[in-house]
């Protein structure tokens, strides 16, 4: 009975150490994901000001603003990197790679 009762307790405790384990991956994926989407907001918000500066002619500010951009899009990238990473996930993220290769050309254009 008492070998029942210890094995019942070994089960009991793993179970509760992988659900505290999934929840921690949770937390860690939405917080990766609340991460990414306010960066990418902000990558484009900063996109549009830059071509807002680039189309008035004045390219010193158009530059200045589009490697903020391009800094918080490789931010934003990262974040969904590692929020596919919590979740196990690998599919495309050579696609998301490849976008952070971008967003350096960007920062790195002017």
């Keep these: 009975m008492s070998k029942l009762l ?3 307790l070994i089960l009991f405790f793993c179970l509760n150490q992988s659900d505290l384990a ?3 991956n949770e937390k860690e994926f939405l917080n990766y ?3 990414w989407t306010e ?3 902000l990558a484009s ?3 549009r000001e830059a071509e807002e500066s680039f189309k008035a ?3 010193l500010s158009g530059c200045s603003i589009q490697k903020k951009a391009s800094n918080y899009g490789i931010e934003a990238t990262n974040s969904l990197i590692s929020a596919m990473e919590a979740q196990g996930a690998t599919d495309g993220l050579e696609n998301l790679e490849a976008g952070l290769n971008k ?3 960007l920062g790195d254009f002017c």
């Design 103 to 105: 967003w350096r050309e």
């Design 33 to 35: 994901m609340q991460d």
């Design 22 to 24: 999934f929840a921690a």
């Design 45 to 47: 918000k900063y996109l």
């Design 57 to 59: 002619g004045d390219e």
């Design 6 to 8: 210890g094995i019942l």
């Design 39 to 41: 960066k990418k907001e």
